[in-house]
């Protein structure tokens, strides 16, 4: 039988079982079937009805409620308020950037409960830094004390052990620290003459660099307490912010004076190389409980000695003057210059003058009316007159002391009979 082959290469013809493509219905069709589909079970008027709801809604709600609405939600989630790049809003109440479009004061809207902060105050286990830290904890701030304990006390603090909102960290600001903070309180620095003059550059220089460095890496803002001794021993009276002082650089106090002068400089160039927001205080005379007992300050030396009936001790002739605020009056100056706009610096003390020898009178008339004053030889560079001008701080903080020495000395008093004497209430009525 023979075979045939057959070559089909060339063959024209499709096999039937081959894949041929739907022609391409023209968008006409398309149309009309899209259109068949709203009007059928009447599904265009259920489109129509829910744009008219959703219109007359957006009508009827003020454009108020909304905005208000969408700040709430920003300011109750905002991690950070302080971080937002626009320095036109309210710091002490803060919100995120998306707030802050919609609501660009910056402020909580009422009604709303402001967002509690993260601080950290160095030197908190001090004087002054443990009222602060009273302050900030009553007011619901989470707040960070880091103290080396050179000059501070636990028990400045001891009240707060336990709340979840306080933390403690035995730490010396001249080496470096991390925390994730909102606000950066820098207080930590012996402000006696009896601690100062131990390692003052160290903690003026070293510390602020610290801190500044920490306030730039999270964003903090940033106060530094400086102090009127940048005045030296002025030639200007009152002092404004805007005199440059007269220090002498190489004398006894010019460790404590010339660091906190260096302090502001390293502060000001942050503020203005780095972008970080700063403030400045420059402190008075400041006296309170808490105050350490033998710390060689003239108000702490005059109630210490009256307590314990020793001769009270004036250097001098008895006639330079300081001016004396109550700690809780620079707590709430402190307050009031981080939380707002102005860099400053500005002086916080009480402007009511009293020469060393009317303070020892009105220690007498408090304590003990019977206690002798004897003179000494003045120490090196005491400044002759020491008077703040709180102008500026009027003006811009809406802040002036309002406590006067009589009645804030007996307050002190209270604290150090207890310190000094403990529970022996016979021994006091000797």
């Known amino acids: 039988m023979g075979t045939e082959m057959i070559y089909r290469g060339h063959d024209s013809q499709t096999p039937s079982h081959a894949y041929t493509p739907k022609p391409p219905k023209p968008w006409l069709s398309s149309v009309s079937?899209?259109?068949?589909?709203?009007v059928r079970e009447q599904r265009l008027i259920f489109v129509l009805v829910g744009i008219a709801v959703a219109s007359l809604l957006f009508i009827i709600v003020p454009k108020t409620t909304a905005t208000s609405y969408i700040s709430t939600i920003h300011t109750a989630t905002a991690e950070d308020p302080y971080r937002i790049p626009s320095r036109t809003l309210q710091p002490y109440h803060g919100s995120s950037f998306g707030s802050a479009i919609m609501n660009p004061t910056g402020k909580i809207p009422l009604g709303l409960k402001r967002k509690g902060l993260r601080i950290v105050v160095t030197g908190g286990a001090g004087f002054v830094g443990s009222h602060l830290v009273d302050r900030l904890i009553a007011r619901g701030d989470s707040v960070i004390v880091v103290d080396n304990f050179f000059t501070g006390r636990?028990?400045?603090?001891?009240?707060?052990?336990?709340?979840?909102?306080?933390?403690?960290?035995?730490?010396?600001?001249?080496?470096?620290?991390?925390?994730?903070?909102?606000?950066?309180?820098?207080?930590?620095c012996p402000a006696s003459p009896v601690h100062y003059k131990f390692n003052p550059h160290k903690t003026n220089v070293v510390g602020t660099l610290n801190m500044l460095g920490l306030a730039k890496r999270v964003g903090a803002r940033f106060l530094l307490t400086s102090t009127s001794e940048v005045y030296g021993d002025p030639l200007q009276h009152p002092q404004v912010e805007t005199y440059w002082g007269n220090v002498n650089p190489i004398g006894v106090r010019s460790c404590y004076d010339e660091g906190k002068r260096t302090a502001e400089t390293l502060t000001m160039d942050y503020?203005?190389?780095?972008?970080?927001?700063?403030?400045?205080?420059?402190?008075?005379?400041?006296?309170?409980?808490?105050?350490?007992?033998?710390?060689?300050?003239?108000?702490?030396?005059?109630?210490?000695?009256?307590?314990?009936?020793?001769?009270?001790?004036?250097?001098?002739?008895?006639?330079?003057?300081?001016?004396?605020?109550?700690?809780?009056?620079?707590?709430?100056?402190?307050?009031?210059?981080?939380?707002?706009?102005?860099?400053?610096?500005?002086?916080?003390?009480?402007?009511?003058?009293?020469?060393?020898?009317?303070l020892a009178h009105v220690v007498q008339e408090t304590i003990e009316p019977n206690a002798r004053i004897v003179f000494r030889a003045n120490t090196q560079d005491d400044p002759h007159k020491r008077k703040p001008d709180i102008s500026k701080a009027k003006e811009l903080l809406g802040w002036e002391p309002t406590i006067p020495l009589r009645k804030g000395l007996p307050l002190m008093v209270s604290d150090f009979r207890t310190r000094i004497f403990g529970d022996h209430k016979g021994r006091l009525r000797g």
């Open 33 to 38: 079937r899209a259109a068949r589909y709203l």
């Open 154 to 188: 636990k028990e400045n603090l001891i009240h707060h052990f336990g709340n979840p909102r306080f933390e403690l960290i035995r730490h010396d600001v001249v080496e470096p620290i991390l925390l994730e903070v909102d606000q950066i309180y820098h207080l930590a």
């Open 271 to 358: 503020h203005r190389g780095a972008n970080v927001e700063v403030r400045i205080a420059r402190i008075f005379n400041t006296y309170g409980p808490r105050m350490c007992i033998d710390d060689g300050r003239v108000v702490s030396n005059f109630v210490a000695q009256a307590l314990r009936k020793e001769p009270l001790t004036v250097y001098g002739d008895g006639k330079q003057t300081r001016s004396f605020q109550y700690v809780s009056d620079l707590v709430e100056g402190l307050i009031r210059l981080m939380e707002g706009e102005h860099v400053g610096p500005f002086n916080l003390g009480n402007p009511g003058e009293f020469t060393m020898l009317e």
